[in-house]
């Protein structure tokens, strides 16, 4: 099951096979799901308790907490002479949950992988 996932003849592992490669790879299983292009932004999340903290701080305060946050980010980076990155829009998380018997979209599919690896993982 891993050869085939490597070398793409399975495109859809089960999470285990996932669970399994990222624990070889020592790399969190997000890393390896299609969709994951900012890995900057997984590895801070994984690597930092107090990031995803300010995370859970900031999530009931909606798009105002997210703009709090980045408004504090960018002074504290220019307070301490540091360049801000420029960083590519970030789509938003699809709120429509599928039909049953319907076939997921890739982005909704990808989406109940990481919520079933995250729930296996913690």
């Known amino acids: 099951m891993i050869h085939a996932t490597l070398n793409g003849s399975k495109t859809n592992p089960p999470s285990r096979t996932i669970l399994a490669l990222a624990q070889a790879f020592d790399c969190p299983p997000a890393f ?11 590895e801070v999340y994984y ?9 859970r701080l900031i999530a ?6 997210a703009d709090g946050l980045l408004q504090y980010v960018h002074a504290l980076r220019e307070a301490r002479g540091l360049d801000t990155p420029a ?13 049953r018997g319907r076939r997921l979209s890739r982005a909704d599919a990808a ?12």
Request: hydrophobic share 30%; proline share 10%.
């Open 32 to 42: 390896l799901l299609p969709g994951s292009d900012d890995l900057d932004s997984l």
């Open 47 to 55: 690597r930092h308790e107090q990031v995803r903290e300010a995370l």
């Open 60 to 65: 009931d305060l909606g798009e105002s907490g």
């Open 87 to 99: 960083t590519a829009p970030v789509p938003a998380p699809s709120s429509a949950k599928p039909r």
């Open 111 to 122: 989406e109940a992988s990481r919520r079933e690896i995250h729930g296996l993982s913690h």
